[in-house]
């Protein structure tokens, strides 16, 4: 049973730059969800999706996006990179009626 | 808002001793899930546990059981017979239920508790 699944696992950017991060829910997931997690500190949401589409976002600005292909799996986009959008980018994925939140390993994001 | 609230920032427990982790929350809901994650050094957040407000009895999953008091607002992780691969970070979180699925929403985190086990 393949659990969640992210990629790259880590990645330098430059300032100004965009990302792209990927996720791939647990098998028979259909629920995504972004985290961000700074040094020392809990992850923070960012959005949630299902069906394709955004249904729920958390307090990030609008340079952070995200997509959900037919498949579950999941994309995470940050444009304009600054210098504290260093973090730890988990996803995570669930079943739409289900309570159990499992997570990825995570992509390390470092911008210089 | 929802607040979640670890005030333990370390602890640490002997090898095969039993250690408790403090959790509090702030919520005027009255249905919601509550979740305590392990992350290792590895950085993967691992579920432990998970509750539903709604359910009375506390939740066990082997050597972790909870100790849940809804009218206190308070929600500890027991870890009995500690192993050294219990040694992480603790994570507490909230949940709120979809109102149209139940299904856990996004997930509010503590401060996390660094949990040290010795030999």
């Known amino acids: 049973d393949a659990g969640v699944t992210q990629s790259p696992t880590h990645l330098i950017k430059t300032r100004g730059q965009q990302v792209t991060l990927r996720c791939s829910p647990k098998?028979?997931?259909?629920?995504v969800s972004w985290y961000q997690q700074a040094l020392g500190q809990g992850p923070q949401f960012i959005f949630q999706?299902?069906?394709?589409?955004?249904?729920q976002r958390g307090n990030f600005p609008d340079r952070f996006s995200g997509h959900q292909f037919p498949n579950y799996s999941s994309e995470l986009n940050v444009n304009a990179l600054l210098l504290g959008d260093s973090a730890l980018y988990l996803c995570?994925?669930?079943?739409?009626?289900?309570?159990?939140?499992?997570f990825g390993e995570g992509s390390w994001l470092t911008v210089v | 808002a929802q607040t979640v609230t670890q005030s333990q920032p370390e602890m640490s427990v002997q090898e095969a001793e039993t250690v408790t982790l403090s959790c509090t929350y702030d919520?005027?809901?009255?249905?919601?899930?509550l979740f305590w994650y392990k992350q290792p050094p590895s950085r993967q957040m691992i579920l432990v546990i998970r509750?539903?407000?709604?359910?009375?009895q506390n939740a066990t999953e082997n050597r972790f059981s909870v100790n849940f008091q809804k009218a206190a607002k308070s929600f500890s992780l027991k870890i009995s017979d500690s192993q050294l691969g219990d040694a992480a970070m603790y994570f507490c979180?909230?949940?709120?239920?979809?109102?149209?699925?139940?299904?856990?929403?996004?997930?509010?985190f503590g401060s996390g508790t660094q949990l040290t086990v010795l030999p």
């Open positions: 995570a994925s669930s079943l739409n009626r289900g309570t159990a939140i499992y």
């Open positions: 098998s028979g997931h259909d629920t």
């Open positions: 999706y299902y069906e394709e589409e955004e249904r």
């Open positions: 919520t005027s809901e009255s249905d919601y899930y």
């Open positions: 509750q539903e407000a709604y359910k009375q």
């Open positions: 979180a909230y949940s709120i239920p979809s109102i149209s699925s139940g299904s856990a929403r996004q997930l509010t």
